[in-house]
């Protein structure tokens, strides 16, 4: 099974920047899926961002579009979410995950049903 382990969460103002990375490991299939999801207290996880390893194609929830990047650096088999523009709405727990071997549209890649391995989550919270 992938192994996804996700890091660079913390404390930033309104405004400020955070860049969460995603190791990917155990990858077995030529296609895959990595997503990014938050999930704040008492609210329903919601889909973020994702990106394909073919020809990184890239997705944004229309709440994070314009702030937040997603990226791949294949060399370190890992993902970031660069995070620009911080809001209070944006605190929530923030996990990566991966689908392997399957094709998937957006905005179908934003939903965590089609997800199959899943990282422990980093805190980001964004307050003064």
């Known amino acids: 099974q992938v192994q996804l382990v996700e890091s660079g969460g913390g404390l930033v103002q309104p405004g400020g920047s955070l860049r969460l990375s995603c190791a990917v490991s155990?990858?077995?299939?030529?296609?895959?899926?990595i997503g990014w999801f938050r999930q704040a207290p008492g609210k329903e996880r919601e889909g973020v961002s994702s990106i394909t390893n073919s020809h990184g194609s890239a997705y944004y929830a229309p709440s994070v579009k314009g702030r937040f990047t997603i990226s791949r650096d294949d060399a370190n088999d890992t993902v970031y979410l660069q995070m620009d523009s911080l809001k209070p709405e944006d605190t929530a727990v923030y996990y990566c995950?991966?689908?392997?071997?399957?094709?998937?549209?957006?905005?179908?890649?934003?939903?965590?049903?089609?997800?199959?391995?899943w990282g422990q989550g980093t805190q980001v919270t964004v307050s003064s």
């Open positions: 995950a991966a689908v392997q071997g399957v094709y998937y549209r957006d905005p179908s890649r934003l939903e965590s049903r089609i997800y199959d391995s």
């Open positions: 155990r990858i077995t299939y030529d296609y895959y899926i």
